[in-house]
């Protein structure tokens, strides 16, 4: 996902969107833990889609 997709959502769609990468977050670390996650790599890219919108989130809001 990139920063400038996120730029054209409204603050409504990207907290909609930040709830459901939160969820996938919670799941993949639960698989981590009980050692059924195959791509690891998949936790790291959802944290950082996390604080992309995050960051589009309070750059909408200072506008």
């Known amino acids: 996902m ?3 997709e996120l730029r054209e959502k ?3 769609d990207l907290k909609n ?3 459901e990468l ?3 977050e919670f799941e ?6 009980t050692g059924k996650l ?3 790599h998949t936790l790291k ?3 950082r889609d996390i604080a992309r ?3 589009v989130i309070t750059e909408k809001a200072g506008q």
Do not use: C, H, I
């Open 2 to 4: 990139k920063a400038q």
């Open 10 to 12: 409204n603050v409504e």
């Open 45 to 47: 890219e959802v944290r």
């Open 38 to 40: 195959d791509k690891p």
């Open 17 to 19: 969107e930040l709830v």
């Open 28 to 33: 993949l670390k639960f698989a981590n833990k």
């Open 22 to 24: 939160t969820k996938k």
């Open 53 to 55: 919108v995050k960051t």
